[in-house]
């Protein structure tokens, strides 16, 4: 009853694209590969960690206190109990409460979660991550993970490790450099933010010129001093460690430095790809942060976690040591089909009405 849009031209108008995705793949062949490339590469993802032992399980989307991650929930209501529920920012404490039930020392889910943020070529309120646990490893096994996962997933797919984004090379090939995120940006601007005490933080934000409104930490200050001169310049891929404990409510302090802790995040073209931490298990340190959490989001901090009192009775019983990775799907498959959006990779992203 329709006529297809005029073959000569085809299907030009970005916007409608989006919006009629059927007209896309009808009039757009490449189109049509990104997004049968992402099964595949979400489809590897799974075999490769059950091939190595890991179960695969499902935690709930609703939830009656949003956590495992520093992000705005979109919030919604259960007629029938009339309580206020969540949709979920990141699957993490229910993970993690498993593996302390023992249903398995491996777990993994690839989910979807929601934040009720802005939306970017980067960034869509309804994304899909792999989050996984494993008991007896720390944040170090967790690179090495990250690099096997990320290298099978360029084999089975690609077929080599060289890819080509926005026509810059990378070499996605295992041996991913490790730096600190102090060491980074005092390569950057000539400041080491680990000889600085909170002042002295904020006063060097200054001298950089980066705005501290929202800074009201050492650790976030030196997360503003890495996101303004350092993040976007990170080509190749790079694991950094070294996060601040101001910002990591849910990793292990570091062993040498109590002002860090054991996290990581992985970046590729600027883009954070990988975040993993050796997993907080102390139920009193873990009380200690969440509290901290709530004293910052009663002082306005919207994206601070509440306290989850479940949570940590579960730790009271006893997780194990662990290492947790989760890895974004959607950006992984923007940088293997050399997509520019993540609009691009999701087959019905989130638009603004007409």
């Not at 529920?85 to 229910?94: G, T």
């Not at 944040?139 to 290298?151: G, K």
């Not at 650790?219 to 460690?241: C, N, S, W, Y």
Request: charged share 25%.
């Amino acid at each position: 009853m329709r006529p297809l849009p005029e073959k000569y031209h085809g299907l030009a108008d970005i916007e409608l694209r989006y919006r009629q995705r059927y007209l896309d793949l009808i009039m757009n062949p490449q189109s049509r590969e990104t997004l049968r490339r992402r099964s595949r590469i979400v489809a590897a993802m799974r075999s490769f960690l059950l091939a190595r032992g890991y179960l695969e399980v499902e935690t709930p989307m609703l939830h009656t206190i949003p956590g495992g991650a520093a992000a705005k929930p979109f919030i919604t209501h259960h007629n029938a109990l009339d309580i206020e529920l969540f949709l979920r920012i990141a699957p993490e404490l229910h993970l993690k409460r498993l593996v302390v039930g023992g249903l398995s020392d491996k777990v993994f889910e690839i989910n979807r979660c929601f934040r009720n943020e802005g939306l970017s070529p980067r960034h869509n309120p309804e994304f899909t991550s792999l989050e996984l646990y494993e008991a007896y490893t720390d944040y170090t096994d967790m690179m090495d993970l990250t690099e096997a996962i990320v290298v099978h997933v360029v084999d089975e797919v690609h077929g080599a490790a060289q890819i080509s984004y926005g026509g810059t090379a990378i070499d996605l090939k295992a041996g991913w450099p490790r730096l600190g995120m102090a060491e980074l940006v005092q390569e950057a601007t000539g400041i080491d933010f680990l000889a600085l005490d909170e002042k002295g933080a904020f006063d060097a934000l200054t001298k950089l010129q980066i705005d501290r409104a929202a800074v009201t930490n050492w650790g976030q200050a030196l997360e503003a001093a890495f996101a303004a001169r350092v993040e976007d310049k990170l080509i190749q891929p790079i694991h950094v460690t070294g996060f601040p404990r101001d910002i990591s409510p849910l990793a292990k302090a570091d062993r040498n430095d109590p002002r860090l802790v054991e996290r990581f995040e992985t970046y590729v073209y600027g883009w954070e790809i990988a975040n993993a931490f050796s997993e907080l298990n102390d139920p009193l340190d873990q009380r200690a942060r969440f509290e901290a959490q709530m004293l910052a989001r009663a002082a306005g901090d919207e994206e601070a976690q509440p306290l989850d009192e479940d949570y940590v009775t579960a730790l009271e019983y006893g997780l194990p040591p662990c290492g947790g990775l989760g890895i974004g799907i959607d950006r992984l498959v923007m940088l293997l089909t050399d997509s520019p959006s993540i609009r691009d990779v999701i087959a019905f992203p989130t638009l603004r009405p007409r």
